[in-house]
């Protein structure tokens, strides 16, 4: 992660027309983005206007903002987000890091420092409720799993290297929720073999060790009839991500539905080690290294 500084700008008519950034800043930010605010960010509607510096933390694998903080003219926090129903101002928005760096005075902070503003504020809790949070949520998540996981990328949900920052991991992460909502009290392994069952169109018993065989993996990969995306990448974090979605919103994964989600490890490993030329694969194969060392230490 990158973490810049850098002063609010203006509100009003004071950016310079000729320079086209800032005049899609003004065009954008001031004309659109205080008409949406009451409903983009409904808890802080009234202190976006107050900022006189924004912090934010950008991913180094999308370059675009995860999470911001506004610091009022005294340097108080004020302003916190994404948090639920609170989209964010920044993030919401398409800017990069390089046009961040080359439009504003930005100075680059440490991680330590972001996380102090960070956790310096409490949310609004009595106007968000936990059925209003979406997607993987640090702030809501229990203590056991951010003890458990503090690597950065594991909550970054615009990295399509995370568990939950895909479309596929984001998806399989609201489904298991819905899911869990319906079944507060069923084994989650009963919600993993209808994942298999249905993304994979296989049979539970057919999600065993055979999957990991590097030769019969790649004779899938070499078969253009055969569908990887679906069956390997899309199966697989749909696994992974409700075993973690679990241990996130819950502290635990339960011990039925472990072997499928380290076989699921397993088998994005060895696809990963035979694509070779794949500029990810180092990244991803730690990623997944993480994940795997978490199922031992449960």
Not at 115 to 123: G, I, M, Q, T
Not at 156 to 166: E, I, Q, R, V, Y
Not at 171 to 199: C, G, H, T
Not at 200 to 224: S, T, V, W
Request: glycine share 4%; charged share 25%.
């Amino acid at each position: 992660m990158t973490y810049l500084e850098f002063e609010a700008p203006p509100l009003e008519g004071k950016q310079d027309q000729s320079n086209g950034l800032k005049a899609i800043l003004k065009n954008v930010f001031i004309s659109v983005l205080k008409r949406i605010i009451p409903m983009a960010d409904p808890d802080y509607e009234d202190k976006i206007d107050l900022v006189k510096t924004w912090l934010l933390e950008i991913s180094d694998h999308t370059k675009l903002p995860n999470r911001e903080i506004g610091l009022d003219e005294a340097g108080q926090v004020i302003v916190r987000l994404p948090y639920g129903r609170n989209y964010g101002y920044w993030t919401d928005n398409h800017l990069t890091l390089k046009d961040f760096e080359n439009q504003f005075s930005t100075k680059r902070i440490s991680e330590t420092d972001f996380e102090r503003y960070w956790n310096a504020l409490s949310f609004p809790h009595s106007t968000t409720t936990e059925d209003e949070v979406y997607g993987i949520d640090k702030n809501h998540a229990h203590p056991t799993s951010i003890a458990l996981i503090p690597d950065a990328f594991f909550w970054d949900n615009t990295d399509p290297l995370a568990p939950f920052g895909s479309d596929e991991g984001d998806m399989a992460l609201a489904e298991f929720r819905d899911w869990r909502k319906a079944n507060p009290k069923a084994s989650v392994l009963r919600y993993v073999q209808e994942v298999i069952e249905q993304v994979g169109e296989m049979k539970f018993a057919d999600y065993n060790d055979r999957l990991l065989d590097p030769q019969y993996l790649q004779q899938q990969l070499n078969d253009d009839a055969f569908d990887q995306q679906q069956y390997l990448f899309t199966l697989d974090i749909s696994v992974i991500a409700t075993g973690f979605g679990q241990l996130v919103d819950e502290g635990t994964i339960d011990q039925d539905t472990r072997p499928s989600i380290q076989l699921a490890i397993h088998r994005q490993k060895t696809w990963t080690d035979l694509r070779i030329d794949w500029p990810y694969q180092e990244q991803y194969l730690s990623h997944l290294q993480v994940l795997e060392n978490v199922l031992k230490k449960l």
